[in-house]
């Protein structure tokens, strides 16, 4: 059914299905009584399957590194390559169609976009940056840079310490997706709502940061401001103009991305040193 509704209609029918699905399981969102199956699995699946999102929730999973969600994520993993390997051409002639605009983009060649239509407006010619080596140079330069920072940061702070509950697996999977989507070429704003997955979490290390634990601090508080900084900047016109586009969307935007990747990355590195201990414990 998945399959289907990706085929037959467009990405963001089922934005605010899957949003209040996910709300509706974690108990955020009240769900009525004829609308209690948004929030079951089955119906979660679907809706990951249209939007076509279903390998960046894996990814987001296996950071968990339990073995329930090792296995969720193989297994849907697998139906997910079989899936992309049958609509290849598909995606090929989608990609030709749908192109990046320096507004309604967030990726990584949107700011390079950008300075072309900042030059055209000085009157100068363009220099098709975003068609060259330099962008997908200066993403794996900021995702070389999150891995640096999260390999330092993982025995020096104890900050950004992810819950087992929903709130946690919630900005693990907003996360996950924004991470993902800013390495897409056809990703529009209105993707960014999957960063409200994120905010639970976030408020959830303001609350203790108020109660007087001395293990959430100003990087917390950063990310958030980052997040809802995003959040505006991207969905108000304002954020788009002339004078503010470089350097306050598509910079918060890019940063973003590598504090999204450095905690993705901080988590993961955590999880597999308590794996391996483990193991040695096991051994011994």
């Avoid at 090929?92 to 990046?100: A, T």
């Avoid at 975003?130 to 020096?156: N, S």
Wanted: aromatic content about 14%; hydrophobic content about 50%; proline content about 3%.
């Amino acid at each position: 059914m998945g399959i289907g509704l990706s085929a037959s209609a467009g990405f963001r029918v089922f934005v605010p299905l899957l949003v209040a699905g996910i709300g509706g399981r974690f108990g955020w969102v009240p769900l009525t009584e004829h609308f209690h199956w948004l929030g079951e699995w089955p119906a979660l699946i679907c809706f990951g399957i249209a939007l076509k999102i279903i390998p960046v929730f894996c990814v987001s999973l296996i950071i968990r590194l339990s073995k329930q969600t090792l296995l969720f994520a193989c297994t849907v993993s697998a139906f997910s390559v079989f899936y992309f390997y049958e609509i290849f051409d598909y995606l090929l002639l989608i990609r030709r169609n749908v192109p990046s605009t320096f507004i309604l983009s967030y990726g990584y060649k949107a700011a390079f976009m950008g300075i072309d239509h900042l030059r055209a407006l000085a009157g100068l010619s363009p220099i098709h940056l975003e068609e060259t080596w330099v962008p997908a140079l200066t993403v794996a330069g900021v995702l070389m840079g999150a891995g640096a920072f999260a390999l330092r940061a993982r025995g020096q702070i104890e900050s950004f310490a992810i819950s087992a509950s929903s709130a946690g697996t919630a900005f693990l999977f907003g996360a996950g997706i924004y991470c993902g989507t800013y390495l897409l070429r056809t990703n529009f704003i209105y993707r960014l709502m999957f960063l409200l997955l994120c905010i639970p979490q976030l408020q959830d290390w303001q609350t203790e940061r108020g109660n007087g634990n001395q293990s959430t601090g100003n990087a917390e508080l950063g990310l958030y401001a980052t997040v809802v900084g995003a959040l505006w900047l991207n969905g108000n016109a304002n954020g788009h103009s002339v004078s503010a586009f470089l350097v306050l969307p598509q910079i918060l935007n890019l940063i973003l991305f590598f504090s999204m990747s450095a905690v993705l990355v901080l988590v993961f590195l955590r999880g597999l040193s308590v794996a391996v201990c483990g193991l040695r414990r096991a051994k011994n």
